[in-house]
């Protein structure tokens, strides 16, 4: 993987987008390793993000997101999937920045059907999911857009394939001359 210069890959998007779900096939795929922004900092803290935000309020988590990926920079050769949030943090960009930032963009009637009977995500447990879901992309989406590829899924678009398009436009971005031998 000399191309990506030993990078990390990060996958940025909305809840429900597959970031955990693609990240690891595509970890796989590469034979990179895997880390999961929101796993770690469940482990590290013994407690599920929902008892994070109701017991240490949601700054205190984005606390926790920002150690977390500064740390994780110091990694090579890593596929991470980040929480939803992460791009609303403009010190979180600059430890993404260090790799190639992905964004799973996918619509939000999909999210819904993904996340409708969710009650791990403390962000969707107030209100209807639905127009949750919309008003935070509202407020994300230039956001996202500063990832450095963009993955758009295709209407029932397993998460398989959605990580080899991944691999695809990871390769465009990357110049020709210090491209990956992704095959
Ligand atoms: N391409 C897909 N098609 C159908 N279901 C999917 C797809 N990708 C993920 N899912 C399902 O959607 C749900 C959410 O996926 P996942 O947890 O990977 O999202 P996420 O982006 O990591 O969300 P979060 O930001 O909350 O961590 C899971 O139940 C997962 O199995
Ligand atoms: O979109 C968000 O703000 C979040 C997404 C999840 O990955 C978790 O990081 C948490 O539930 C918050
Ligand atoms: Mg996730």
Redesign the pocket.
């Known amino acids: 993987m000399d191309g990506l210069r030993g990078v990390n890959i990060y996958?940025v998007?909305?809840?429900?987008?597959?970031?955990?779900?693609?990240?690891r096939i595509l970890a796989k795929k590469l034979k990179y390793r895997f880390f999961?922004t929101?796993e770690l900092i469940v482990r590290v803290t013994n407690q599920s993000i929902a008892e994070i935000f109701d017991r240490e309020g949601e700054e205190a988590f984005r606390e926790l997101e920002t150690k977390v990926l500064g740390e994780l920079s110091a990694y090579k050769n890593s596929v991470v999937?980040?929480?939803?949030g992460i791009v609303t943090r403009s010190m979180n960009w600059g430890y993404l920045h260090y790799g190639v930032v992905v964004w799973?963009d996918v619509p939000v009637d999909?999210l819904y059907d993904?996340?409708r009977s969710d009650t791990a995500?403390p962000l969707l447990q107030e209100g209807e999911i639905k127009s949750k879901l919309q008003s935070l992309l509202n407020e994300r989406e230039r956001l996202y857009t500063q990832a450095d590829v963009r993955v758009c899924?295709g209407v029932?678009?397993?998460?398989e394939?959605?990580a080899t398009r991944a691999i695809e436009e990871i390769q465009k971005v990357i110049k020709p001359e210090t491209g990956p031998d992704l095959n």
């Not at 998007?13 to 990240?23: E, L, P, R, S």
């Not at 999937?81 to 939803?84: C, L, R, S």
């Not at 029932?156 to 998460?159: F, I, P, S, T």
């Open positions: 996958l998007g909305m809840m429900g987008a597959g970031k955990t779900t693609v990240g999961d929101d999937a980040t929480g939803g799973l999909q993904r996340l995500r899924a029932g678009e397993r998460a394939a959605m």
